[in-house]
């Protein structure tokens, strides 16, 4: 059974910093493509970073590039998004996700 959680989400001021972990049990993240999403409030799920199965190349969306890191551990087989110089429009829920699946989520607020 596949199952992320998701933890390390808080509330930063403007220019901070935070890890966001996701533990996955029931496959491998080294194999297979795992993202970030998150959904600020009122707003509908927003990709945020992605890295692939094997080569774990990484993509990010423009809003994020250059301050958020996605990484992952194989031997820990967790997910990893290193959040840097956060602002207030980053403020949301993030998820990991593999496929259709995601987990319940960890609350990021970057506020003042």
């Known amino acids: 059974e596949v199952e992320l959680v998701e933890s390390g989400g808080g509330s930063v001021q403007p220019g901070g910093s935070l890890r966001l972990a996701c533990a996955a049990s029931g496959f491998a993240v080294s194999a297979s493509n795992m993202r970030w999403l998150r959904q600020a409030p009122g707003k509908g799920l927003e990709w945020v970073s992605s890295i692939t199965s094997g080569a774990g190349n990484t993509l990010y969306a423009e809003s994020v590039k250059g301050r958020f890191t996605i990484t992952r551990d194989s031997a820990k087989n967790m997910l990893f998004l290193q959040m840097n110089d956060l602002k207030p429009e980053d403020t949301a829920v993030y998820y990991c996700?593999?496929?259709?699946?995601r987990g319940q989520g960890t609350q990021v607020t970057v506020s003042s």
């Open positions: 996700s593999r496929g259709d699946s």
